[in-house]
């Protein structure tokens, strides 16, 4: 069976690699065609919020009715728009130079400073009842004071109007519109006012991008199949850019970080994403896509149609074709279409394999009250969030180590064992990236407790501040931070400079905890077969957690290491056979000096050997 | 302070400098001429076929040898004056020794074919055989293998992973017939062939043509055949690198002449390795060039070094290699032939590249050797039945124990022991319970001393 034989393989797979680039650049390249035009349809449509959209109508009169063709400018005069509106806001609600002249006007014709005089300098408008409340507040003490200097009762007011002034953004009878609300405003308004090509055929641009590119991955991926007998086959892979980490990688880094940017801060960008699946979340979840809809749809799909590369490049070993199996099940059953169908239901939706703290905001105040107040399910859910990490975790890994979670269930260790799997060569194995790797990621860990705790204290005391810290900020920290900004664009997006387990090595902190539990107390071990490790360095490349197997395989000595997810890929490449994933019931050989170089040999018959040998 | 020269820097020079280094405080150095790092010989075929960098192949990091204070020198000894204790190195700088270790290595076999020097003819042994390879591969199409060993089968693997043909010249009537038996090298070969390989059995080579560039353009073969070619690799095993220990003092013989202890002729001058011809009471002297016995004679030697003099032992013999997919390990004794008073039984899958024979003493039934293809084998547990001269009888009964696969990997122990019993109607053997819940040998062994 040799290749050349085989005549169809290289033209498929050249057509597939054709249809998924076309696939690609249909995708991105939708991005750009859209046209966007503001009606009062689409406002009624974002901005649901009655008051909000009345008071906002007038400010987008000049925008109303026009049709803009480049989205970024649309995006920022919609932005600006909402911004000019809170800016007029702060100005209308601040106390003015002009304000301040008026009071003194009625304090020097008085001689003194009363309370009575700020009505009358200031009226009795909504903005100036708000002055008035906030001078009652600020200046109470001063109202009646005689003989005070004029130019002193002026300083004072200067002052504590700058004080007033600095806060007015907390203006809350529902006129302000927060921080959150205005990326929402942003989105909906991007989303409804899009109208052209993408917006009228997005039937067409799922079956040129999405559908086209996963027919264009399988036809490339699939005639592996027929290259040649099974077995490890890393032909190559240090002499493609793209797996090298060369400049196909970079441009894969690059586009990957700019989605997972897009995705995190600028979901407005990538509205014509959420409308190919729209119609598909319609009938899952009852309600529609958002942008997090069309990252568990692409993220799931690339588990799938990665996961069949698996099954193809693996498919000599049983051990890689059942772990990617269960893979390919929890992500698309339990974190895609579960979910889903509980919205649907009208239940908290949620995957019910991720647990704290990789799950960091299952202890947040919306999410207890969301799990506890929807009855049976609910609770069972927060129940069964809480076993999972706090009794399964210690129990599964004492039994078979990290790798139940981290490379048979996990969607993060999903992505990165299937979609990741061609960049597992990429990651740092030297000492220096360990001693960084071991501080970071229980860093993270210790992070983690600490904001959970925090978050956890205010909500059983309602005590917002801890040493005169805002518990929130731990909280909202830790989801910039690590949430959106070590997790996604750094963690996924340097896949193909860093290797695919970026995040589950360096920032995971269910990783760190899994691991902490795998080395000091687990039946979890690679073994090595007496002294027959060629000290080749397989293992060591392809291990994709960055650990020095070799270092280990070639004193014989076993290997029990904190990061090792047991994805089993060492073992495989080994060209001798050497190493074994075991869950063994002594313990491991951890102390080095027990263990020395190759094997010694040992005479010592066991007592059925030699009834063995007497019969 | 004394100063231990190791001339090599493969894994048996290594070894003994890490061995002393771990008993002794002394001043070592290594030099090399290949490179000026320690790296995998074996790993050389996984540079070649992109699966891996040079980088990867150095078993430790550069600071490494800092840190554990050996010196590292780039140069070729030029010349050893065993009186003097004094190297010549090809740069003209000349280094003193207390204890010097050759571990000089191997080179090729040529046997004097006609040709055989000619561009775009080669061996692999060196980082710089790689190198060569590279440069001789880059335009071609079609390569003549010469000589059907572990090298010649690796080279094989290598070319095909750049399209390139591969015409296997083998002298016996099978691959690797010096070593494996006629069912094991038929099983390899049809792998091969499957793989694109092209064999030419009973065959070897006469003369290699020069084309009008001067490079290697066609072999002509021991039946007249002339086969089109652009590159030969020459595999047909190694010899001892002897060459500069040969001007000296020191003794030679195919290699350079040790006792069990690996001392030389020469006080404080030792060899180790490749390089190293063990002298037997009988028969022919021993030459492993091996990495598994190039790192046991290192560690033996080590310790001498360091004081406690350490007889080199084998112990049981075992071996492995990887022929494209398929695994082979052998432990104990498999002769390539038929022997008096030697039992064989042999497994083959029906489909599947698998197959385990099993040798063992007719009258005794001692199991004297196993080899295996496509199925691990736990190195402790068949160290422990060679040694204890463990029954064919209790070997298949408790072949479940040696198993080393992978987990969710199909076992074949049931099949193994009815093929057993079918070929040997007297026996009922059945396979013992599984008790892979009280077997674990890292311990049971610490225990067992």
Known sequence: ?615 | MSRLVIIGNGVAGVTVARHVRKRSDREILIISSETKYHFSRTALMYIFMGHMKYEHTKPYEDYFWKKNRIDLKQDLVSDIDTNAKKLTLASGEEVEYDDLVLATGSKSNKFGWPGQDLPGVQGLFSYQDLELMEENCKNAKHAVLVGGGLIGIEMAEMLITRGIDVTFLVMEDRFWGNILPYEESRLIQRHAEEHGVTFRLETQLKEIVAGDDGRAKSVITSNGEEIACDFVGLSAGVHPNIGVVSQSDIEVGRGILVNDYLETNIPNVYAVGDCAEIKVEEGRNRIEPLWYTGKMQGEALGKTIAGQRTKYERGIWFNSAKFFDIEYQTYGFIPNSPQDNISSFYWQHPDKELCIRINYESDTQVVTGINTFGIRMRHEVWDKWLANQCTIKYVLQHLRDANFDPEFFKRYEQDVIDTFNMQNPESKLSLSRLNWITKRFTREQAHAN
Not at chain 1, 62 to 91: M, P
Not at chain 1, 147 to 169: A, D, R, W, Y
Not at chain 1, 344 to 364: A, E, G, I
Request: charged share 15%.
């Open chain 1, 1 to 615: 069976m040799q290749t050349s034989q085989l005549t169809w393989i290289v033209p498929v797979r050249k057509g597939g690699l054709s249809l998924f680039l076309i696939g690609l650049l249909v995708f991105v390249g939708m991005l750009v065609i859209n046209t966007f035009t503001l009606t009062d349809n689409a406002l009624s449509n974002a901005i649901s919020n009655e008051s909000h959209r009345q008071l906002l109508s007038p400010h987008f009169a000049d925008l109303k009715g026009n049709t803009v063709s480049n989205k970024a400018s649309f995006i920022n005069e919609v932005r600006s728009t909402l911004n000019q509106y809170n800016n007029t806001l702060n100005e209308r609600y601040s106390i003015s130079d002009s304000d301040i002249a008026a009071i003194m006007a009625e304090v020097n014709a008085l001689g003194h400073y009363e309370l009575e005089q700020l009505t009358n300098a200031l009226g009795t408008s909504d903005e100036a009842a708000y002055k008035i409340k906030k001078l009652t507040d600020y200046t109470n003490w001063l109202a009646g004071a005689q003989g005070k200097p004029l130019s002193e009762i002026e300083q004072v007011l200067k002052e504590k109007s700058v004080e007033i002034n600095v806060n007015v953004t907390d203006i809350t009878n529902g006129k302000r519109i927060y921080d959150y609300e205005l990326g929402q405003y942003v989105y909906g308004l991007t989303k409804s006012a899009s109208s052209g090509l993408v917006a009228n055929n997005t039937g067409l641009f799922f079956f040129l991008s999405i559908i086209l590119g996963t027919v264009g991955a399988l036809m490339y991926i699939v005639p592996d199949k027929y290259t040649g007998p099974a077995g490890i086959k890393n032909n190559n892979i240090f002499f493609n850019s793209s797996t090298n980490g060369g400049f196909i990688g970079l441009l894969a880094t690059f586009l990957l970080v700019a989605i997972y940017i897009a995705l995190y801060f600028f979901p407005e960008y990538i509205i014509e994403w959420v409308a190919l699946v729209d119609p598909l979340f319609k009938g899952l979840n009852g309600s529609g896509a958002g942008p997090w809809s069309i990252y568990g749809f692409v993220y799931t799909l690339a588990i799938v149609v990665m996961g069949v590369r698996m099954f193809i490049k693996y498919r000599h070993s049983n051990y890689h074709l059942t772990r990617t199996t269960s893979l390919v099940f929890f992500q698309s059953c339990f974190a895609f279409l579960i979910p889903e169908l509980l919205i649907k239901l009208n239940q908290p939706s949620t995957d019910l394999k991720n647990m704290w703290p990789l799950d960091y905001d299952f202890f947040d105040a919306w999410n207890l009250d969301s799990l506890s107040s929807s009855g049976g399910i609910g609770m069972f859910m927060l129940v069964w969030g809480i076993t999972l990490f706090a009794i399964g975790v210690p129990i599964f890994t004492y039994f078979f180590g990290k790798r139940w979670y981290c490379s048979w269930v996990c969607g993060c260790g999903g992505l990165a064992e299937t979609a990741g799997d061609p960049y597992r060569q990429l990651s740092d194995k030297s000492m220096t990236a360990w001693r960084i790797e071991r501080v970071v990621v229980h860093g993270v860990l210790v992070f983690a407790i600490i904001m959970t705790g925090v978050t956890l204290y205010t909500y059983f005391t309602d005590v917002k501040t801890i040493a005169g810290i805002d518990t929130y900020s731990f909280r909202s920290a830790y989801g910039f931070y690590i949430g959106a900004l070590f997790s996604g664009v750094v963690g996924t997006g340097f896949y193909p400079k860093m290797g695919n387990r970026v995040w589950c090595r360096f920032g995971c902190p269910l990783a760190a905890y899994i691991g902490l539990v795998q080395r000091f107390k687990s039946r979890f071990r690679i073994t090595t077969n007496g002294g027959q490790c060629i000290s080749c360095g397989n293992c060591s490349t392809y291990c994709e957690m960055g650990i020095d197997v070799r270092a280990y395989a070639q004193r014989g000595a076993d290997i029990v290491r904190s990061s090792c997810v047991g994805c089993g890929v060492c073992s495989s490449v080994c060209p001798r056979g050497v190493l074994k994933l075991e869950n063994g019931t002594v313990n491991a050989v951890v102390n080095q000096s027990q263990k020395d170089e190759t094997v010694q040999i040992i005479n010592v018959m066991s007592a059925e050997e030699q009834q063995a040998m007497a019969k």
